[in-house]
């Protein structure tokens, strides 16, 4: 290579460099981007983001500035929603957020018209005593408009607002740049499927030495909503940061967190977690009334869990740090997630068992994928036996121990010990939740059913089922029951509707007259009547996430129908079944014909909690498949 | 006399031993009120002292006992506030089931937040609320407050019974006001509720109501408002953020709402006179020219909504809209009427209760009313009405938000009342022409096009805005009766111009028949079951309402598949009745194909409570015919 190819090769470099940055500049709106009427990559976005740049400073003094610039690409009306733009922002301090270089540029006869904010399309809303919103609305915008946008936030605190590249639109370039003293030690983690460059330089700020990193990625799809996803910004492609230490050589150095250990730690050590735990004094009297009788390790802790459940009620409020602390919420009744539970784990231990409590992230916070104190939102307590753990949440009145309200079933939890070290404890229920029925009918002449159904209901069955039905009158919920399913109820019971362990059970007589079609004077019939699943859940064509059951589960139906005098069975749905691979899950449907009756036993079995997306499609098979042959019908015709 | 000491020393006693505790206990309602309630309004009573024309003090006090979760929507502990309403106190006490006091609240440890709601970007209205958690149930509610405005122009409406599922023990209205400032009332549903006027003078008027018994929700029951006892109320001579009214009659309130709140906000800058002059062009024709103001408004603005102190009344100026693209109905609306100004073509601000359901404007109470606001374009003898907050709508469109009401259209030289647009039932209309195909596995392939047209062209027209995904999911949906559809080509035409919105959409489905040994069995309607699932409600109490015709029309091919014939097949089927006229009808032609014809036409109405089986069981018939199948038999 020449020295003349070189330098030819450097300023192509330099050009295309160049070009490139330009593109992710404020003030930069061609024509031709305006002129665009879809999005070159998906036609249906309403909008895009053309580049979503953020930024954060941290200053040696520990307070933090950030930064971000955004450029926005309206294409439909629908897409107007992104011309508002709202920032939370700490009560009192408004002023610190700045918004500048705002525009909306527009193509008007061929020649780029921008029309810039005004004071008057900015807002601050006071929302509540914790935090405010700064709102911006943006002017004059159209079809076809570009919007962009600068703002900055002052005097934040030492801390780094979570980055999200992805959006519910597609984004084009997301970048997003930390300058953070070598003093301060910031933890990040990633998540989402789309994984950023990362680029890192050494700054200065202000004399002592930084390292700037650059953290971007390029042409991310929009986000889409699916069902039975657990929360969808597990999925989303992101990063986070967590102040992990302060380290100056020679004065001090303090690990927050890090590892989970730490974080374990740290929240261990907090006053309103550690210290409340250890206080027993205030319920002490009571207790020993409650623990009396009780032998064995399962007596008492079924006896200490019913007694917070039925004496503290949950105020709604999760955290895994005291509010008002163990003692008040005893004394008032009520408490957050914290209060509750680590008071439970306190009455176990005092009843001599070894009990802990075992951090959660909820549903709603997201899967704990890194170790940092945010990673949590919630805490449930543990008891060690020979059999394993032994998972426990008071803040469900009708959770069982190892049936803990869905909210906290989220992949992993971290358990904590009194030493302060802790591990991981799996969440995701193993065992089957079942649900049994039994069912006997007759057919008469005229197609009129009348029967009898039997439903016991197991573990997470029967938590819902108590849920639902708590508060509602019994009048209330036969009179929907009766509704979706075209019959008649009489001499309907329940039993064990507050006995947790016991399986909730309810039993029916029926009446129906719609159940059979008689066409043609014969008679046509779904076997399972309203037991029958008549449409697949998974209607979706391809699936990006998994697909989250919550619990693995299993269904039972034993079925035996009485036909009228007079006719007979012309067909009948023959014995068939469904296994999916891996042992996820299986159906059988049996049949058996005897003498005018029919007697039928049918099961439909999901063994994991979750299922990848790539096991969508079998799933959706298997349903399928399964659907097809509840829904095959019983012909009965004239002897 | 020895007797009535004893009485007299035995109620002081009492008082003086329960001066700790409540008068409330949960254990003395009487059992007809707990029945179908969530929760028992003890004592909802409201003062209202109007002093002038610009200061109001309303004192509320609510006592309330809650019997499960879903009656804690009942106690309805909080009040709104702005720059010119402010709450003087707030507290509650709360009792146990004994009436023991438990706990109380001060005002301080109310929650205070900002009361916007999800299509308020911003608003200065915020709301003081009770976040009370309970430790078990019954337990009691002490609420009281009291705040103080200058805005006289509203006086709160006062419901006797507040909602479904909950009763009231005690109600009692007390207002007071000068004499000279022209105040009015108007009574509703008062007669099945024995409501006691107790005073009723040129300065006080009062009532009490005892025991009134909670009330179920029934489906296609008329709003709660139209059902249950309420008061509105009024002044003549009254008072709005800064600016005092009067107005005797809707003349006087025309002419008030147009010098005081309207006056001075549709000024236009030059540029934009012209550019609208200039899009208008030769034409001549009013409604033609409004046609192209409309389209140039939808194009350039957004609906936003803030709402700042007057604000909330008076629209923004045309000339900010005109600058910043966006605005609520009022600015949107003005900004059109400045425009229309602009190329001689008047227009009137419309003040309506926006709403699928449809309510009225009170034509004979004079006050400030509405939620929404329209515009009113005269044609004829006639009006055209636009929804200027609509980037979508065709012109003059009403849908079902602003249809077939009374409204008010506020002329300079005086208000009227006006009905809106009415869309018959026969022109609400769908039209299906399709064909589909049944292979000898019982799959299923076809298309089909959907025209949709007068009230059905609003729900169907949104189809168009949806993402693909969500695109899939409302056909899904939508052809639910069709287990494991798959999508093919989906194409739309929205024709603005004769407002008709068609949708031509490919299907395909496994298994839609079910094979059972050598028979193919399925509905012959695939495309067009009917969907409304009508309860049954045992001793239904409230009369029903259809508020929106129909009529749907299909006409659709089937191809049956080769080597099968065909055992069964529905017999045609009518059924005329005051609700409406159904009609099928199936016919046979050559080399296995057959013809399907369904029309079912719904007439709008109000029906009493009795009636309301009869219609479910027309309702039932319609949809076990739509049901009614085909049986194939392999040769």
Not at chain 1, 106 to 129: A, S, Y
Not at chain 2, 195 to 210: H, V
Not at chain 2, 439 to 450: M, P, V
């Amino acid at each position: 290579m020449t020295f003349r190819t070189i330098i030819i090769s450097i300023v192509l470099i330099l050009i295309s460099i160049n070009t490139k940055a330009q593109n992710y500049e404020l003030g930069k709106v061609t024509i031709a981007e305006l002129e665009e009427k879809v999005h070159p990559r998906d036609s249906s976005a309403a909008a895009a983001m053309l580049f979503n740049k953020g930024q954060v400073i941290i200053y040696d003094q520990g307070y933090s500035e950030s930064f971000m610039q955004v450029k926005i690409k309206v294409y439909k009306k629908e897409g107007y929603y992104w011309s508002n733009f709202q920032l939370g922002v700490q009560p009192g301090k408004e002023y610190n957020v700045i918004i500048t270089d705002a525009y909306t540029y527009n193509l008007v006869g061929g020649k780029i018209v921008k029309t810039n904010l005004k004071p008057e399309g900015e807002f601050i809303e006071k929302t509540n005593q914790y935090y405010w919103n700064k709102k911006i609305v943006m002017p004059d915008v159209r079809e076809g408009s570009i919007i962009e946008f600068h703002c900055k936030v002052y005097g934040e605190p030492l801390y780094i607002r979570d980055w999200s590249f992805q959006k519910s639109i597609p984004v084009n370039y997301s970048e997003f740049k930390t300058t953070i003293p070598d003093k301060f030690i910031f933890k990040k983690s990633f998540k989402g499927f789309f994984v950023p460059k990362v680029k890192s330089v050494t700054a200065k700020t202000y004399g002592t030495t930084a390292m700037e990193t650059t953290y971007s990625e390029e042409n991310l799809p929009a986000m889409k909503e699916e069902s039975f996803v657990n929360n969808i910004n597990n999925y989303t492609s992101g990063v986070s940061f967590e102040m992990e230490g302060i380290n100056v050589p020679g004065i001090f150095s303090k690990s927050l967190s890090g590892d989970w250990n730490s974080v374990t730690k740290t929240i261990y050590e907090m006053e309103k977690f550690g210290l409340e735990l250890k206080k027993t004094s205030y319920f002490e009297d009571d207790l020993k009334q409650i623990i009396l009788e009780k032998k064995s390790s399962d007596e008492k802790i079924t006896a200490i869990l019913n007694y917070v459940q039925t004496n503290i009620k949950w105020n709604g409020y999760n955290s895994y740090a005291c509010n008002e602390g163990v003692r008040k919420a005893y004394q008032q009744k009520k408490g957050n997630t914290a209060e509750i539970n680590l008071m439970l784990t306190a009455m176990l231990r005092y009843a001599g068992l070894t009990a802990n409590p075992v951090l959660v992230s909820t549903r709603e916070n997201g899967i704990a994928l890194f170790p940092n104190l945010a990673a949590f939102n919630y805490v449930i307590a543990a008891v060690e036996t020979p059999n394993g753990n032994v998972l426990l949440d008071a803040t469900d009145k009708f959770s069982m121990p190892n049936v803990l309200p869905l909210r906290a079933i989220n992949w992993h939890g971290r358990l904590i010990r009194k030493s302060g070290s802790s591990e991981e404890v799996d969440l995701i229920p193993k065992k089957l939740s079942e649900s049994i029925t039994s069912m006997s009918y007759v057919i008469n002449q005229d197609g009129q059913i009348s029967g009898k159904a039997r439903k016991q209901m197991y573990d997470h069955n029967a938590v819902k089922f108590r849920n639902d039905s708590d508060g509602v009158k019994q009048d209330e919920y036969l009179e929907k029951c009766e509704n979706t399913n075209t019959i008649e109820i009489s001499d309907y019971s329940r039993t064990n509707e507050k006995e947790t362990l016991l399986p909730a059970v309810e039993t029916f007589s029926f009446a129906g007259k719609d159940l059979v079609e008689i066409i043609a004077g014969k008679m046509y019939l779904n076997p399972m009547l309203f037991f029958a699943k008549s449409s697949n859940p998974f209607i979706q064509e391809n699936r990006e996430y998994p697909v989250d059951f919550g619990f693995p589960f299993s269904e039972r139906y034993t079925i035996n129908i009485q036909i009228p005098d007079g006719f007979e069975v012309e067909s009948f749905p023959a014995t068939s079944g469904v296994n999916m691979q891996d042992n996820l899950g299986i159906f059988k449907f049996v049949s058996v014909v005897n003498e005018g009756q029919i007697q039928l036993s049918i099961l439909h079995q999901i063994n994991d909690a979750i299922v990848p997306a790539e096991k969508y499609e079998m799933l959706k098979e298997y349903y399928k498949a399964m659907i097809a042959k509840e829904t095959e019908k019983i012909v009965l015709k004239k002897i | 006399m020895k007797n009535q000491v004893s009485v007299l020393f035995f109620f002081l006693f009492f008082l003086v031993s329960t001066a700790q505790k409540s008068q409330y206990p949960t254990t003395i309602i009487a059992d007809s009120l707990k029945e179908n309630a969530n929760a028992v309004v003890r004592l909802d009573q409201m003062d209202i002292t109007i002093a002038s024309q610009r200061s109001m003090n309303i004192k509320k006090q609510r006592v309330v006992s809650v019997f499960n979760e879903k009656g804690l929507r009942d106690i309805d502990a909080y009040q709104h506030y702005d720059k010119t309403t402010s709450i003087k106190n707030i507290e509650a006490i709360v009792y146990d089931a004994f009436g023991n006091e438990i706990k109380k609240i001060k005002k301080k440890d109310f929650r205070d937040q900002s009361a916007v709601d999800g299509s308020t970007l911003f608003s200065d209205n915020r709301v003081v609320y009770l976040d009370y958690t309970p430790v078990s149930y019954p337990f009691t509610i002490v609420y009281t407050s009291e705040t103080e405005t200058s805005n006289t122009a509203f006086i709160p409406q006062w419901y006797f019974l507040g909602g479904y599922y909950v009763s009231v023990e005690k109600c009692v209205l007390n207002v007071t006001f000068p004499n000279n400032l022209g105040f009015k009332k108007k009574e509703f549903q008062f007669s099945e509720f024995k409501i006691k006027k107790t005073a009723d003078t040129d300065t006080r008027l009062s009532y009490e109501a005892m025991n009134i018994l909670a009330q179920k929700a029934e489906d296609l029951s008329p709003s709660s408002r139209d059902l249950y006892p309420r008061i509105m109320m009024g002044l003549e001579r009254f008072h709005l953020e800064g600016v005092d009214g009067e107005a005797t009659n809707w003349i006087d309130f025309g002419k008030w709402y147009s010098d005081k709140i309207l006056t001075g906000t549709i000024d236009l800058p030059e540029s934009t006179k012209i550019k609208i002059k200039g899009i208008i062009g030769d034409e001549k024709d009013p409604i033609k020219k409004a046609k192209l103001v409309y389209d140039f408004v939808q194009k350039k603005s957004r609906y936003v909504s803030i709402q700042v102190g007057i604000g909330g009344w008076k629209p923004m100026l045309a000339s900010d809209v005109d600058r910043l693209g966006y605005g609520d109905c009022k600015a949107l609306s003005n900004y059109t009427k400045a425009l229309l100004q602009a190329v001689d073509v008047p227009s009137y601000n419309t003040i309506l209760y926006g709403d699928r359901y449809k309510s009225n404007i009170q034509s004979d109470f004079v006050s400030m009313q509405g939620n929404h606001m329209i515009l009113a374009v005269p044609n004829g003898d006639n009006y055209t009405f636009l929804e200027c907050t609509s980037q979508d709508d065709p012109f003059g469109y009403q849908g079902t938000f602003t249809d077939d009401r009374d409204v008010l259209v506020v002329k300079p030289e005086g208000a009227v009342i006006v009905r809106t647009k009415i869309y018959e039932d026969k022109g609400n209309t769908q039209t299906d022409k399709g064909s589909y195909s049944i292979d000898e596995n019982g799959n299923l392939s076809g298309h089909i096009s959907i025209v949709s047209e007068g009230s059905q062209y609003s729900s169907k027209s949104r189809t168009e805005t949806l993402q693909p995904t969500e695109k899939d999911t409302h056909y899904k949906e939508y052809w639910s009766n069709i287990n494991n559809l798959k999508l093919g080509k989906i194409t739309f035409a929205n024709d603005k111009q004769n407002i008709r919105f068609t949708e031509d959409v490919q299907v395909s489905a496994m298994n839609y028949g079910v094979v059972s040994a050598n028979k193919i069995i399925f509905p012959v309607d695939a495309f067009n079951q009917n969907k409304s699932n009508i309860k049954r409600i045992r001793n239904r109490k409230n009369p029903f309402q259809i508020q929106r015709g129909y009529l749907d029309t299909d006409e659709i091919e089937i191809n049956l598949p080769v080597g099968f014939s065909i055992e069964f097949l529905p017999s045609n089927f009518e059924l005329k009745g005051k609700f409406g006229e159904y009609r099928t009808e199936i016919i046979k032609k050559e080399n296995n194909k057959l013809t399907y014809k369904r029309s079912m036409f719904l007439n709008k109405g109000k029906y009493s409570n009795k009636e309301y089986d009869e219609y479910r069981l027309f309702m039932e018939q319609v949809s076990r015919n739509d049901n009614a199948k085909i049986i194939l038999t392999k040769n």
